[in-house]
């Protein structure tokens, strides 16, 4: 994922599912860009929070170049209660604003089609939501367990430009016959703001998806 955001009197910034970079104006003609924070290289683990345990979970996958990289993935189609819908949340860490106005996002993500995962019904998803909320400090530890119950704003639905069937490839493995090598991505961007406060929480919702953030 990357996001972008805006500091005051015109500049912005940029990042990723991994990176924030952010772009701080130092005069009418010359921008600097600063990382706020960036995942894309790490291959140990990061520990963003989930709800509920195992709702989401963080693992080394191959991407699209066969490099290991961090991913976090959710897939509890086949495995849902008829009736009951997934309701599962992945949240960032905290993150330093440092005088940006708006932030603009970019996702990597792939996504399995419902129709290669053989669940009968209407619980299967190709979409997840994208949430984010302001804080003036870091969540204390009496407040870490309904962390997912807080006032989130919603950026949007992302949906899939190209959803995937199972002979891509999902994980790290050794491929199937006829797999397609390294994990097959989608890429969108998105902005929210404006940012008022010293930094902001990024949140992923999955209500029935079978996929993975890059």
């Not at 990176?19 to 963003?48: M, Q």
Request: one cysteine or more; proline letters at 5%; charged letters at 20%.
């Amino acid at each position: 994922m990357a996001a972008e955001g805006a500091a005051p009197s015109g500049s912005r910034a940029a990042g990723m599912v991994g990176s924030l970079w952010v772009l701080a104006l130092v005069s009418s003609v010359l921008a600097l860009e600063e990382v706020l924070l960036d995942t894309t290289g790490e291959t140990s683990e990061i520990g963003w929070l989930t709800y509920p345990p195992g709702g989401w979970d963080e693992v080394s996958v191959l991407d699209d170049q066969r490099r290991l990289t961090r991913t976090f993935e959710a897939c509890h189609v086949a495995g849902a209660a008829p009736g009951l819908g997934q309701d599962n949340w992945l949240q960032t860490h905290f993150v330093e604003r440092r005088g940006a106005q708006r932030a603009h996002i970019r996702l990597h993500f792939s996504v399995r089609a419902c129709s290669s995962l053989g669940v009968a019904g209407g619980t299967c998803r190709e979409t997840f939501t994208l949430y984010y909320r302001q804080a003036e400090e870091p969540d204390g530890p009496d407040s870490i367990s309904s962390w997912h119950l807080k006032r989130w704003t919603k950026v949007d639905t992302i949906a899939a430009d190209e959803s995937f069937p199972a002979s891509s490839a999902w994980a790290v493995g050794p491929p199937r016959a006829g797999q397609r090598a390294g994990l097959q991505l989608n890429v969108k961007e998105r902005s929210f703001g404006p940012l008022t406060q010293r930094g902001f929480y990024v949140a992923f919702q999955d209500t029935g998806a079978c996929l993975a953030l890059v």
